[in-house]
Nanobody, 122 residues
Framework: QVQLVESGGGLVQAGGSLRLSCAAS??????MAWFRQAPGKGREFVAA????????VYADSVKGRFTISRENDKNTVYLQMSSLKPEDTAVYYC?????????????????WGQGTQVTVSS
């Protein structure tokens, strides 16, 4: 059974940092990504990384502040978030796809985690 389990969310002050983790089980994935959904808004792409970890893409809103990485021996992807802003407040979801091509489109991802809440106070 395939599962993606996120952890690391919480409450942080503006300017602070958090690291999210997503542990996959049941199989390995070529591309892993993070999306987020703020209250009253649609799901938004955050970042994605390929199997090798050598190629990643980011949303313009997080570029330079967030870093995605992965450890394939642990089947885990991370999202290091720095210089957090109140507008980063959202539920963050881990997503995975079997096709080895980076994508910013949520419909391209085959598996999803349950999400972890990140709240940034001003």
């Amino acid at each position: 059974q395939v599962q993606l389990v996120e952890s690391g969310g919480g409450l942080v002050q503006a300017g602070g940092s958090l690291r999210l983790s997503c542990a996959a089980s049941g199989r390995t994935f070529s591309v892993m990504a993070w999306f987020r959904q703020a209250p009253g808004k649609g799901r938004e792409f955050v970042a994605a990384i390929d199997w090798s970890g050598g190629s990643a893409v980011y949303a313009d809103s997080v570029k330079g502040r967030f870093t995605i990485s992965r450890e394939n021996d642990k089947n885990t992807v991370y999202l290091q978030m720095s210089s957090l802003k109140p507008e980063d407040t959202a539920v963050y979801y881990c997503a995975a796809r079997t096709f080895n091509r980076l994508s910013r489109i949520d419909a391209h991802y085959d598996y999803w985690g349950q999400g972890t809440q990140v709240t940034v106070s001003s």
